[in-house]
């Protein structure tokens, strides 16, 4: 339909007609910063042909066309800006979360580490206390083992002076018995005892 409008010849009137305007830029300019309105061309002044057949310009689509033009580059512009955000917003939570991550596994590592020497230093703290306990048990064993040892050395000694006091008992008797069979001239009855 633009396109129609843009065809269509009118017939100038006498009256100069004003020169044509583009439609509504304060409003553009507001909502769309990033886009500049480029000022329309200067008007060439034309013979005073009252009858003269003008062609209407164009001029104010080319400016929408531009401006749609400028309207689709910013909203690719601000699509690849938004997408640029979001993909360096996603790479800052993807770091922080590896950060988190790496410090959590890290903070684990060192608890684990922690309660590792704990438990060695208490582990190795119990086996010194049961060494020393066996060390004195074993201490406390070869005392009484040597306590056996020094008994039964003194009980065989004193079997052994058993046994010698009865040797010299009955080399005594049988020396007395032999002193007696002399004096008498008697002989013994029994030949070795074991018969």
């Known amino acids: 339909m633009a396109e129609e409008e843009a065809k269509k010849v009118e017939p100038e009137s006498c009256v100069e007609a004003p020169p ?9 300019v507001a909502e769309e910063k990033a886009l500049v309105v480029p000022p329309p061309p200067p008007v060439e002044e034309k013979a005073d042909d009252c009858k003269a057949l003008a062609i209407v310009e164009k001029e104010p689509e080319a400016v929408e066309e531009k401006k749609l033009e400028g309207s689709i580059n910013r909203d690719a512009v601000l699509s690849r800006v938004a997408t640029e955000k979001r993909m360096s917003l996603i790479k800052a939570w993807e770091e922080s979360e590896k950060s988190k991550a790496e410090n959590k596994a890290q903070k684990k590592v060192s608890a684990i580490g922690a309660w590792e020497n704990s438990r ?43 046994v010698e006091a009865q040797r010299g008992e009955e080399l005594l008797k049988a020396e007395e018995v032999a002193a007696k069979y002399r004096a008498t001239g008697t002989g013994p009855k029994k030949l070795l005892g074991c018969f």
């Open 20 to 28: 044509p305007v583009a439609a509504e830029p304060p409003k553009e």
């Open 120 to 162: 060695k230093a208490t582990l190795e703290a119990e086996l010194k206390k049961i060494e020393e306990q066996l060390e004195i048990k074993k201490a406390q064993y070869i005392e009484k083992l040597k306590n056996k040892v020094a008994y039964v050395h003194k009980a065989a000694e004193e079997k052994r002076a058993n």
